[in-house]
Structure formats: C-alpha cells, structure tokens
Nanobody, 116 residues
Framework: QVQLVESGGGLVQPGGSLRLSCAASGFTFSSRAMSWYRQAPGKERELVAR????????NYADSVKGRFTISRDNAKNTVYLQMDNLKPEDTAVYYC?????????WGQGTQVTVSS
C-alpha cells in the first residue's frame, strides 16, 4: 500500500523559506517520478514541481521557477521541496504525488501560510 506523508509546512513571513519533506513507502521509490502539487482556497490543485526517477530531471511551474527546488534522496525514500523567497500567493496546502501500478496516490497534505 502506497503511503506518502508530508511534513515541514507552517507559517512564514514573506521572503522566508521552508523545506517540505515527503516520506514514501509501499512501492519502489527509486523507480518512480515524484511531484509536488498545491491547492489554495477556492482554486484548483496545480502542479508545482516534478522530479524524474532515474535522471533526476526536474520541471517547475512558472510561478515558482528560481525560488523552489525539488530534490530526492532514494536512500531515504524521501522527496523534498525547498521553498525560498516565499510570497503570500504561495499560501496553499502542498501535496506529494506519485503513480504506482497505474494508480495515482496523494499524501494528506501540509499547510503553508505566507503572511506578515
């Protein structure tokens, strides 16, 4: 059974940083691409960043390019999202996501609030 557990969210001032973690289990982590999505109140869930399995190639939403960095540690079965220069518009619930055996799996989400 796939399990994704996010952590690291919280309240931060504009311009601050947070690092989110997603601990994965129940599948072969090193073989799967991993993604971070977010959903703000009243908005649709959107892709923030993705990292492939073998090459570690990354891609980002235009709104976070140059500020967010996705990475993975296959030895720890964990994917990270380093978020720098946070803005109020980054406020959302952040979710970890992967696909295993043709089924998509989501974590429970972690709240990020950017406010002064």
């Amino acid at each position: 059974q796939v399990q994704l557990v996010e952590s690291g969210g919280g309240l931060v001032q504009p311009g601050g940083s947070l690092r989110l973690s997603c601990a994965a289990s129940g599948f072969t982590f090193s073989s799967r691409a991993m993604s971070w999505y977010r959903q703000a109140p009243g908005k649709e869930r959107e892709l923030v960043a993705r990292i492939t399995s073998v090459t570690g190639m990354t891609n980002y939403a235009d709104s976070v390019k140059g500020r967010f960095t996705i990475s993975r540690d296959n030895a720890k079965n964990t994917v990270y999202l380093q978020m720098d220069n946070l803005k109020p518009e980054d406020t959302a619930v952040y979710y970890c996501y992967t696909v295993w055996r043709a089924n998509g799996s989501w974590g429970q989400g972690t709240q990020v609030t950017v406010s002064s």
